[in-house]
């Protein structure tokens, strides 16, 4: 039994316990909080259903807790139910009821862990979203990784997402790329504003081996802006496919011009309360919606400003049809917010189909002291050298396991290391621990078995209740847009297996002959073994037969 199914027996059986005694039901809270209490000498789950409810019906809460731990009780689910403190109902499992969660799991394979809160909801998820100007940063890195966890837990959860990424291929920074281009093909210093780096002198050298006359042509700016920018386009794709993102959407913010979707959606605005005229611009009343400042959206000279480019692709997201649409955007963007909420308010929309989620800065360490330079990029540290420091599945576990509302240190010593205390290490050396230990019981012949009710022992009932966590943490981590929890859950997953392992024979010794209970203890590994791998495969990270 699941704390999910747990939940729902507690609610029916309090809607059975007041209606029998003349007391309205309706006073039940929607969804009954079922918690694992810190103390296991406490019970397997507790509930403070009791306290919530009996003030509205008129009645001690230790009163009504008993009432409940008496119906309860005579459950096929539950073993013993006590009242504890003001209220408090301390509940244990019966055996059967256990050993149901090792049952599901196992049939629902990869699919354990899915729930349906978001089902019937089009998302669209935007993330990295890089200037096409140089490789991909840290802080990419981060969201790369976050953002594809994200988008794999919100599926999990029902959600009909679609992984988006916009260029920004509009604009001045292009322009001070392509001269940093040109000036590198002419063996010159980049600009003062320009973009430095190896992988600069690369691209201008690709640019004049496929058209040797860019520098003399006409159009040099423009071939060296089309080819240049397509180059550095499909170097950041390919980064990002080798380290495991991939979208379903590449959108050119240069299109949006080229189209009229911005002009039009200005003209849209002008007619909105959310939109007035002064000094000469129009301004986008921003601060009503948590900015710092309202901003202009046609300048004084008659151009539109960035965010006009911002506005028309919100309009152009909604009409693709999408419920939702999440922002996920780096740390020196949370004027964002509050603009793209007024954005959708002054198209006459629901501020609520705006989500922005804020990154914080990611800086790497290596013996104690910051790593600042990159091999290639010259000034910044690179997806490409994060990978190829520590492997992808390090990189990506190591960016996901934090929240992204604070900034992340990683040590790139700890991640090489093949121990207990790199995370990513300890997480699936327990699943490869695991298939190893499956592997070893069909060579001795061993099958697991269905006697469940023999798992009586304590570091049994934790292990079969953590993995029976499972679902309840992936819609939390959707509902919340928290990929770490799911990391966190895995290493609390991995320290309870190994409890579990260190008191629990599993196999038998020698010619010792093997049992039900051994054979139970097996079926409970490839549960465990199951949840391993669908956490794992939430974040985007392998999970390893052997290691």
Same mark, same amino acid.
């Given at each position: 039994?699941?704390?999910?199914?747990?939940?729902?027996?507690?609610?029916? +059986?309090?809607?059975?316990?007041?209606?029998?005694?003349?007391?309205?039901?309706?006073?039940?809270?929607?969804?009954?909080?079922?918690?694992?209490?810190?103390?296991?000498?406490? =019970?397997?789950?507790?509930?403070?259903?009791?306290?919530?409810?009996?003030?509205?019906?008129?009645?001690?809460?230790?009163?009504?807790?008993?009432?409940?731990?008496?119906?309860?009780?005579?459950?096929?689910?539950?073993?013993?139910?006590?009242?504890?403190?003001?209220?408090?109902?301390?509940?244990? #499992?019966?055996?059967?009821?256990?050993?149901?969660?090792?049952?599901? %799991?196992?049939?629902?394979?990869?699919?354990?862990?899915?729930?349906?809160?978001?089902?019937?909801?089009?998302?669209?998820?935007?993330?990295?979203?890089?200037?096409?100007?140089?490789?991909?940063?840290?802080?990419?890195?981060?969201?790369?990784?976050?953002?594809?966890?994200?988008?794999?837990?919100?599926?999990?959860?029902?959600?009909?997402?679609?992984?988006?990424?916009?260029?920004?291929?509009?604009?001045?920074?292009?322009?001070?790329?392509?001269?940093?281009?040109?000036?590198?093909?002419?063996?010159?210093?980049?600009? $003062?504003?320009?973009?430095?780096?190896?992988?600069?002198?690369?691209?201008?050298?690709?640019?004049?081996?496929?058209?040797?006359?860019?520098? +003399?042509?006409?159009?040099?700016?423009?071939?060296?802006?089309?080819?240049?920018?397509?180059?550095?386009?499909?170097?950041?794709?390919?980064? #990002?496919?080798?380290?495991?993102?991939?979208?379903?959407?590449?959108?050119?913010?240069?299109?949006?011009?080229?189209?009229?979707? %911005?002009?039009?959606?200005?003209?849209?605005?002008?007619?909105?309360?959310?939109?007035?005229?002064?000094?000469?611009?129009?301004?986008?009343?921003?601060?009503?919606?948590?900015?710092?400042?309202?901003?202009?959206?046609?300048?004084?000279?008659?151009?539109?400003?960035?965010?006009?480019?911002?506005? /028309?692709?919100?309009?152009?997201?909604?009409?693709?049809?999408?419920?939702?649409?999440?922002?996920?955007?780096?740390?020196?963007?949370? $004027?964002?917010?509050?603009? #793209?909420?007024?954005?959708?308010?002054?198209? =006459?929309?629901?501020?609520?189909?705006?989500?922005?989620?804020? =990154?914080?800065?990611?800086?790497?360490?290596?013996?104690?002291?910051?790593?600042?330079?990159?091999?290639?990029?010259?000034?910044?540290?690179?997806?490409?050298?994060?990978?190829?420091?520590?492997?992808?599945?390090?990189?990506?576990?190591?960016?996901?396991?934090?929240?992204?509302?604070?900034?992340?240190?990683?040590?790139?010593?700890?991640?090489?290391?093949?121990?207990?205390?790199?995370?990513?290490?300890?997480?699936?050396?327990?699943?490869?621990?695991?298939?190893?230990?499956?592997?070893?019981?069909?060579?001795?012949?061993?099958?697991?078995?269905?006697?469940?009710?023999?798992?009586?022992?304590?570091?049994?009932?934790?292990?079969?209740?953590?993995?029976?966590?499972?679902?309840?943490?992936?819609?939390?981590?959707?509902?919340?847009?928290?990929?770490?929890?799911?990391?966190?859950?895995?290493?609390?997953?991995?320290?309870?297996?190994?409890?579990?392992?260190?008191?629990?024979?599993?196999?038998?010794?020698?010619?010792?002959?093997?049992?039900?209970?051994?054979?139970?203890?097996?079926?409970?590994? /490839?549960?465990?073994?199951?949840?391993?791998?669908?956490?794992?495969?939430?974040?985007?990270? +392998?999970?390893?037969?052997?290691?």
């Amino acid at each position: 039994m699941t704390p999910a199914a747990l939940a729902e027996l507690v609610r029916a +059986t309090a809607v059975d316990v007041l209606s029998t005694r003349g007391l309205d039901p309706a006073s039940l809270p929607t969804a009954v909080t079922i918690e694992r209490p810190r103390n296991p000498e406490h =019970g397997d789950y507790a509930t403070n259903v009791a306290l919530q409810t009996a003030k509205k019906v008129g009645v001690p809460p230790r009163d009504l807790a008993g009432w409940l731990a008496e119906a309860l009780t005579g459950t096929d689910a539950i073993a013993t139910a006590e009242v504890a403190g003001p209220g408090f109902l301390n509940l244990r #499992l019966a055996a059967d009821a256990q050993g149901a969660i090792v049952r599901d %799991v196992l049939a629902d394979g990869d699919a354990y862990g899915r729930g349906d809160a978001l089902t019937g909801r089009k998302i669209n998820l935007e993330f990295v979203s890089a200037n096409p100007t140089g490789p991909i940063h840290l802080g990419g890195t981060r969201w790369a990784a976050v953002g594809d966890a994200l988008g794999r837990i919100l599926a999990a959860n029902g959600g009909d997402v679609t992984r988006e990424y916009y260029f920004n291929d509009a604009g001045a920074q292009i322009d001070r790329f392509v001269r940093s281009l040109i000036a590198a093909a002419k063996g010159e210093p980049a600009p $003062g504003d320009g973009y430095a780096g190896g992988y600069i002198g690369d691209i201008a050298a690709e640019v004049l081996r496929q058209e040797p006359g860019a520098l +003399t042509s006409e159009d040099s700016h423009e071939i060296f802006r089309r080819i240049g920018v397509g180059l550095m386009f499909e170097e950041i794709k390919k980064d #990002l496919h080798d380290f495991g993102t991939d979208f379903d959407v590449f959108f050119h913010e240069d299109s949006l011009h080229k189209s009229g979707a %911005v002009a039009k959606a200005v003209e849209q605005l002008k007619g909105s309360d959310a939109l007035y005229f002064e000094n000469g611009a129009w301004w986008l009343r921003s601060t009503e919606f948590g900015d710092d400042k309202d901003r202009v959206v046609i300048k004084s000279d008659g151009d539109p400003a960035y965010i006009a480019g911002d506005i /028309a692709y919100l309009v152009d997201k909604r009409s693709r049809g999408f419920d939702l649409c999440i922002y996920m955007l780096g740390a020196d963007h949370h $004027g964002y917010i509050g603009r #793209l909420k007024a954005a959708a308010s002054a198209l =006459g929309d629901d501020p609520d189909s705006v989500e922005v989620l804020i =990154g914080q800065m990611v800086n790497l360490v290596s013996e104690g002291k910051p790593v600042r330079m990159s091999k290639r990029a010259g000034t910044v540290i690179t997806m490409q050298d994060l990978v190829e420091a520590v492997g992808v599945d390090a990189a990506r576990y190591a960016m996901t396991r934090s929240s992204v509302d604070s900034s992340l240190d990683i040590d790139l010593d700890l991640l090489r290391k093949r121990s207990n205390d790199n995370p990513v290490f300890y997480v699936q050396y327990a699943h490869s621990r695991l298939a190893s230990l499956l592997r070893n019981a069909a060579e001795l012949g061993v099958e697991p078995g269905d006697a469940l009710d023999l798992l009586t022992h304590d570091r049994e009932g934790d292990l079969i209740r953590t993995i029976g966590e499972f679902p309840r943490v992936v819609a939390t981590a959707g509902e919340l847009r928290e990929p770490h929890r799911v990391a966190r859950y895995l290493e609390e997953l991995a320290g309870t297996y190994h409890r579990f392992y260190e008191a629990c024979r599993v196999l038998p010794r020698g010619d010792e002959e093997t049992t039900d209970l051994h054979r139970a203890r097996l079926q409970l590994c /490839a549960a465990t073994r199951q949840v391993f791998a669908n956490g794992l495969a939430l974040l985007g990270v +392998t999970a390893p037969e052997r290691m």
